[in-house]
C-alpha cells in the first residue's frame, strides 16, 4: 500500500505505466548507420498497458534541416495492444558525419507529455 501511495505521489497521471515506463515508447531501431543524401526510415511504437483504449500524436524532433513528408502521426492503441507507425527522413547531402538524435515528441489523450523517445542515427562515410 505504501509502495502505491507513493508512485501515486510522483506520477499525477492515472496511466503511470504509459508514462513513465521506458518501454511503452520507443524507436525501433535504436541504432542505425545512414549515408548524407540518403533516407532513413525508423518505427515508433506504443505499447497500452491499460485496458481501455488511448489517444497518441507522434511528432519527430530532427535534427536542424533534415526533412520529413509526414510531420504528425496519430492513432489510437486499443487497451493491452501495440500498434506502430514507420516514419521516413531524409538526411541532407552536406551533413557531416557523426551521431545525431531523434526524439519522438508525444502526446498521450491531448496531454503533452514531451519527448518521450529517441532513436541514434549514426551519418557514416561516403
Same mark, same amino acid.
Request: charged share 25%.
Given at each position: ?20 515506463? +521506458?518501454?511503452? %515508447? ?9 549515408k ?16 481501455? +483504449? %488511448? ?19 496519430? %492513432?489510437?492503441i ?13 538526411? +541532407?547531402?552536406?551533413?557531416? +558525419? ?29
Open positions: 500500500a505504501q509502495a502505491e501511495k507513493a508512485v501515486r505521489e510522483l506520477c499525477p497521471s492515472n496511466a503511470w505505466l504509459n508514462d513513465y515506463d +521506458p518501454r511503452a %515508447m520507443r524507436w525501433a531501431p535504436f541504432r542505425s548507420e545512414a548524407a543524401g540518403r533516407t532513413v526510415s525508423l518505427v515508433f511504437q506504443v505499447q497500452n498497458y491499460g485496458r481501455t +483504449p %488511448m489517444q497518441i500524436s507522434v511528432s519527430p524532433v530532427l535534427p536542424e534541416k533534415w526533412k520529413i513528408k509526414t510531420e504528425r502521426r496519430k %492513432m489510437t486499443a487497451g493491452q495492444k501495440i500498434r506502430s507507425v514507420r516514419f521516413g527522413f531524409r538526411v +541532407p547531402r552536406n551533413t557531416i +558525419p557523426g551521431r545525431y538524435v531523434i526524439a519522438g515528441e508525444v502526446e498521450l489523450n491531448g496531454k503533452l507529455i514531451g519527448e518521450a523517445a529517441i532513436a541514434l542515427i549514426d551519418i557514416v562515410g561516403n
